[in-house]
């Protein structure tokens, strides 16, 4: 069993910029097109070379900022569409209670994250992931970003599963989508702790 983190664990990166755009004056869907890219895709957007570990993160966002001032709507960093993730430090507990479960039951569990490097010690520090996970890969530190079905077939490599074998949870629908290309089963679990919530539910009701 294979998991993101941000939105699985914690709120949503896509909903805390969607919160961020009402406070902004952006259309949702434009402001998350400038911070983060087509996100379905794996391109040469600054914030898809920051989670692969090609900038800085200083370095993507200048060049955020300037796409955005492009735009007509000044230099948006993109900090600014992730406030609500540095205010909200909630866990979804039942998320934590999933995993160890999980391995209790003898399943191995992942982490495939599309992470920044400058992040990694903020959000492995937010719940236990040595002890709750056999393995975690880390866009960043492996040069591979979801939804590159790469980094599918690396992290069911590593955990020495089966793509067939293993089932995937993520918040971007891209990224489900990504999964279940290689052969992983894979569900979206939507942008809430609510959805989460039921995703979890399915879970539990797939490997009982």
């Avoid at 205010?87 to 507990?93: A, W």
């Avoid at 391995?103 to 191995?108: E, S």
């Avoid at 590159?148 to 690396?154: G, M």
């Avoid at 989508?177 to 995703?199: D, F, H, K």
Wanted: glycine letters at 8%; a negative charge.
């Amino acid at each position: 069993m294979c998991f993101d983190f941000g939105g699985i664990f914690i709120t949503s990166p896509f909903a805390a910029a969607a919160t961020a755009a009402v406070h902004l004056g952006i259309d949702e869907h434009e402001l998350l097109e400038l911070v983060f890219g087509p996100y379905d895709t794996d391109g040469d957007h600054p914030w898809h070379r920051l989670e692969r570990g090609e900038l800085r993160f200083d370095e993507a966002s200048a060049q955020i900022s300037e796409r955005a001032e492009a735009a007509g709507h000044g230099a948006i960093e993109p900090m600014a569409a992730l406030a609500a993730l540095a205010s909200d430090r909630s866990v979804r507990e039942f998320m934590v209670d999933l995993v160890r479960d999980l391995r209790t039951a003898g399943i191995k569990t992942g982490i495939i994250t599309n992470n920044v490097a400058e992040f990694g010690s903020y959000w492995r520090a937010i719940i236990p992931v040595e002890a709750l996970f056999d393995d975690i890969v880390d866009s960043c530190e492996v040069g591979i970003r979801k939804p590159d079905p790469a980094i599918y077939r690396l992290a069911c490599e590593r955990l020495g599963v089966a793509p067939e074998a293993t089932l995937f949870i993520d918040d971007h629908q891209g990224n489900v989508v990504g999964a279940q290309a290689v052969g992983m089963a894979a569900i979206w679990s939507g942008l809430t702790a609510e959805t989460t919530r039921a995703a979890a539910d399915e879970i539990r009701a797939r490997v009982s």
